[in-house]
């Protein structure tokens, strides 16, 4: 059963993004194009988004615990660090780039284009990149 409400939920997410015209990279970069060819909708989208976001934790705060898990997990950190700071800052700068965001960029798989491969596929060499590091960065000791 939880996997039948993943697929759901991925599907509804899909069909929200494709509604939306977010698998078009053209259409997200002129959101960013505020000189040019501005386009307001990814504006509204990310606000429909953050509407229904709103109403669904209110809905299920309100549960003692998950309907397909023992206990929620929430993150606990509150620390805004240079690992934060840095992968939000690369993540906005490929989104600004691409035009994809990765949740946006899996649903457009279903349009054939290559470029949608290949974004997914650095994106995926990237968090190789990052496991490879991790361990590096761990051991540098500062002077």
Avoid: H
């Avoid at 934060?84 to 349009?111: E, K, N, R």
């Amino acid at each position: 059963m939880k996997l039948l409400f993943a697929l759901v939920t991925g599907i509804v997410f899909g069909t929200g993004i494709a509604i939306s015209g977010m698998m078009d990279p053209a259409k997200v970069l002129n959101f960013f194009d505020l000189v040019g060819t501005w386009d307001p909708s990814l504006a509204f989208v990310m606000g429909g988004a953050l509407v229904v976001t709103f109403v669904g934790y209110r809905l299920v705060w309100r549960r003692d615990a998950p309907l397909f898990g023992g206990r929620f997990q929430v993150p606990t950190g509150t620390e805004i660090d240079g690992k934060l700071v840095g992968g939000s800052a690369l993540f906005g700068i490929g989104w600004g780039i691409a035009g994809f965001c990765p949740g946006a960029a899996i649903p457009a798989l279903g349009t054939g284009r290559w470029e949608v491969a290949l974004f997914l596929v650095a994106v995926v060499a990237g968090f190789g990149l990052r496991r490879l590091l991790a361990p590096i960065a761990r051991n540098k000791v500062a002077p």
